[in-house]
């Protein structure tokens, strides 16, 4: 008899956190997916009709076992690269994914210079 309860509450627990991961992804998708009826706003938090049918097929999708990836890459095909909040790199759009480092670098060296300079001429 203790078997059969603890068969069932391992069970239940392991449908629950199935239940759980589903959940998650389909929220992590939701709010990386740009609704394009609602500026600004990811599907997640919109109530357009247009995000509820992309939150239908995000889920169908999801039940068919199709990746993430997957998933982005029929919306981007259907919708174009606007619809997705973090596009993946890609020639086009290198150079938006590497600027803010160079900048980064850029002021760094810049900031660099200035203070030995400044240093310098305390010296003298």
Partial sequence: ??????LIIVFFFNLNSYAEYTTSKEIKIFKNLRCLICQGQSIADSNSEFSQTIKLVVKDQIKE????????????EKYG???????TLNKVNLPLWIL???LFVLGGIFIFF????????KGN
């Fill in 114 to 121: 200035i203070l030995r300079k400044s240093k310098h001429n």
């Fill in 65 to 76: 076992g199709k990746t993430e990836k997957e998933i982005y890459d029929f919306l981007i």
């Fill in 100 to 102: 803010p480092y160079l």
């Fill in 1 to 6: 008899m203790k078997f059969l309860i603890t």
């Fill in 81 to 87: 690269e606007w619809i997705v909040y973090k596009p």
